[in-house]
């Protein structure tokens, strides 16, 4: 086991935490554009502090790749919300899983990577793993929408992984990825118009799970990415990085015990495909390591 593999199943947990958060500061009335907008305008401070590392000159003649990396970034996230709002939560969770496929795919058209066969079993089978272990058990509205508008989001995001992949160590890693985590926030700004509500109408009881949201989400983002950077090894790292699939279902079970909610999915159908996912999980991470075993 390598460190990017630790890093990569660090920042899926940290990603899984962090969700919990932001579902409370959602419950609470955050908003989820407000607090996706917030979120993205602390990645800034967040990747800032890997500019102590950085030496030399800005290679302004690249400046187009972390600019690009930055707008695929935050497309991703546009047709996220998309999938949110227009079209069905319960398809758009399990969608994300094909994130790991795209980037095996585009690993493949790029050239970046040699992919043998057990990178694409594993990215196949822990998409599987992740449709499952979302699945709620209810009768989705509007498929279609809702299917495209994931698998775009997939993919730009999956695109945003390997341009950090190819061209960040070259460009100067630090730098590029503040500049594409400032394209980012300052694409943000767009999302203001669409606020149901300002900023200042957020209660009081939702700012402190926003702030936690916030700063786990950054900070997984901080680990993830300079692992992609560093290592470059952006299928491997996104089979293991699906594990928040998992651990989101894990923590988020936790946090229905701890916050005495109701779970509306809680009957034994629900886990038995869950586990499923668990354990589809388990199995894309075993094949993933057998060929190195």
């Not at 990603?15 to 979120?39: D, M, N």
Request: charged content about 10%; overall charge neutral.
């Amino acid at each position: 086991m390598e460190l990017f593999h630790i890093n990569a199943a660090l920042a899926a947990m940290g990603y899984a935490v962090a969700a919990v958060f932001s579902k409370q500061a959602l419950s609470r009335g955050a908003g989820i554009l407000r607090l996706s907008f917030l979120v993205n305008l602390l990645f800034l401070p967040i990747f800032g502090v890997l500019l102590l590392e950085h030496e030399g000159a800005v290679p302004w003649e690249l400046i187009h790749l972390p600019a690009l990396t930055g707008v695929m970034f935050f497309v991703g996230q546009l047709f996220t919300f998309a999938a949110i709002r227009f079209g069905d939560v319960s398809l758009q969770t399990p969608m994300m899983g094909t994130k790991a496929v795209f980037a095996v795919i585009l690993a493949v058209i790029c050239g970046t990577e040699v992919i043998g066969l057990p990178i694409f079993m594993a990215a196949f089978v822990a998409m599987l793993g992740v449709g499952f272990l979302g699945f709620s058990g209810t009768g989705a509205e509007r498929v279609g929408v809702s299917i495209v508008l994931a698998l775009l989001s997939s993919l730009f995001f999956a695109g945003s992984d390997t341009m950090v992949g190819m061209f960040a160590g070259g460009f100067g890693l630090p730098l590029f990825l503040f500049i594409t985590m400032g394209v980012n926030a300052l694409l943000s700004f767009v999302l203001i118009p669409f606020f149901r509500e300002p900023l200042s109408s957020i209660p009081t009881a939702a700012w402190p799970w926003m702030l936690g949201a916030c700063l786990l989400m950054g900070l997984q983002a901080l680990l993830l990415n300079y692992t992609l950077a560093r290592y470059q090894h952006v299928s491997e790292i996104n089979i293991l990085y699906s594990t928040r699939g998992l651990w989101s279902v894990v923590f988020g079970a936790l946090a229905i015990r701890i916050f005495s909610q109701t779970d509306k999915a809680d009957h034994r159908g629900i886990y038995i495909l869950r586990f499923t996912g668990a354990l589809l999980m388990c199995v894309a991470i075993g094949i993933l390591f057998f060929p190195n075993t």
